[in-house]
């Protein structure tokens, strides 16, 4: 492969709000710095307003056309105009890799455009990566009724299989197994590399004094206050009904505590009702990238109840990260693949724990804030962008060098990437949450 390699990464793309939209953005940036050619990015999910979402300079952003598709076959119409897409984007820059963010359904689309681009002699490097959803919605609450059957299939004909955590490993094993037993699982698992999200180097930047007391003037927050806050999709699986009984108890035994919950989603307006009645509670929504680092910076203590729920599970938790990454602790609930977004179990809460106990919990982190700050600090520096990007690099060499172009490359036993305490879980230990039917 040449020594100045070109990616097209097909994702989703802010304004979609999620930690691989985003690590998209990163991981081109990073790719692009680390190789000195130009990147690309297929998207389908419109154009953000906030001036934090643009790619920048050396990555070029493609979002899909209208095009005109066959009146009597609808079906799966937007599937193929992505493929067009990323087909022609392929075509037009000679690229070398196609890298995917979730294999439904975009291991099935990279698959089309790669045979046909193998037509021309043009066949790109595939690296599919196991992600979110992917692992519930997608494969383990579909094993009985077929549907999850072909992306085993899907994911097998790429040169490199990554998955965001261990635990999202483990869990897409499981699922092979189910499938197709033993032998399907064992082959997959010779064949599943890790790499890990990382962060940019924004991300570590810590804003200035003056920036955080205009943040909280603008916000209506006092300026003294010990901030407590949370940031991600305002929905049901983020436990935000905890954050708000905690802040409810805090409200007299801590009076010194402020809340904040900050993000987009379908909670936003119920939210909003509950902070008029907490008076310690405080809802920002729509919050701007800007904003999102001050309140992180501003805040003593990043909480995130995080909770299972039909479809989904957290397979690793960046939005933790970005506070770590400001050296600000976080307590996180111990579900999925979350631990391995954190330094050790003094960051982690059992789920179901009640409002109480994490409000003794946030009281003990402040107790040593000086010591978990530091140690959250070191962790997420682990976590970079240009690390997440040389993986990908690393990856995509090793398998335009491999002798056996019809299998996925197999994972090195040895192969020590960014080693977390996680790591020493074997690959296929048991998995606490049962493969659902």
């Avoid at 998209?24 to 998207?43: D, F, I, K, P």
């Avoid at 003794?360 to 070191?378: F, P, Q, Y």
Wanted: charge should be negative.
């Amino acid at each position: 492969m040449t020594k100045h390699p070109r990616f097209v990464t097909l994702s989703k793309y802010p304004p979609y709000r999620s930690g691989h939209a985003k690590q998209a953005l990163w991981n081109n940036t990073a790719l692009a710095a680390l190789t000195g050619a130009e990147q690309h990015q297929v998207t389908y999910c419109g154009v953000s307003s906030d001036p934090a979402d643009d790619a920048g300079a050396g990555v070029q952003v493609h979002h899909v056309k209208e095009v005109r598709g066959n009146r009597r076959v609808p079906d799966g119409h937007l599937l193929r105009a992505v493929a067009a897409e990323l087909f022609t984007v392929a075509l037009a820059n000679d690229i070398d890799v196609i890298n995917t963010y979730y294999i439904d359904p975009h291991a099935t689309v990279a698959n089309r455009v790669a045979d046909a681009l193998g037509l021309l002699g043009r066949r790109p490097i595939i690296i599919h990566s196991i992600e979110g959803s992917d692992v519930l919605e997608s494969v383990c609450e579909h094993l009985a009724d077929g549907s999850a059957g072909p992306l085993f299939g899907d994911v097998m004909r790429a040169d490199v299989l990554c998955t965001v955590s261990h635990y999202t490993a483990r869990r897409f094993l499981a699922g092979a197994e189910v499938v197709g037993g033993a032998r399907l699982a064992d082959t997959l698992a010779e064949s599943i590399v890790l790499r890990y999200p990382g962060l940019p180097p924004a991300a570590f930047d810590q804003p200035a004094t003056g920036q955080l007391r205009e943040f909280r003037l603008r916000s209506g927050l006092r300026q003294d206050s010990v901030l407590i806050s949370t940031l991600g999709r305002l929905e049901e699986e983020k436990g935000l009904d905890t954050l708000v009984a905690t802040a409810e108890l805090a409200a007299t035994a801590r009076p010194e505590f402020e809340f904040v919950i900050a993000g987009t989603g379908s909670l936003g307006d119920q939210l909003v009702e509950r902070a008029r009645t907490v008076k310690n509670l405080t809802v920002l929504r729509n919050i701007s990238s800007h904003d999102a680092q001050c309140l992180r910076a501003a805040s003593e203590v990043g909480v995130f109840p995080t909770r299972v729920i039909p479809g989904f599970i957290e397979t690793f938790c960046v939005a933790a990260l970005e506070y770590e990454a400001l050296g600000v602790p976080v307590l996180a609930s111990a579900i999925g693949g979350v631990p391995e977004a954190t330094p050790d179990d003094r960051f982690l809460v059992a789920p179901g724990t009640a409002p109480d106990e994490w409000l003794a919990r946030i009281g003990d982190v402040l107790a040593n804030r000086a010591e978990r700050s530091a140690v959250a600090a070191a962790y997420a520096g682990k976590f970079t962008s240009a690390r997440s990007a040389q993986r990908l690099i690393d990856l995509a060499n090793l398998a335009a060098d491999r002798l056996n172009r019809q299998a996925p490359l197999k994972a090195d036993p040895v192969d020590d990437y960014l080693a977390t305490w996680p790591a020493r879980l074997p690959l296929l230990a048991e998995v606490p949450e049962p493969v659902q039917m």
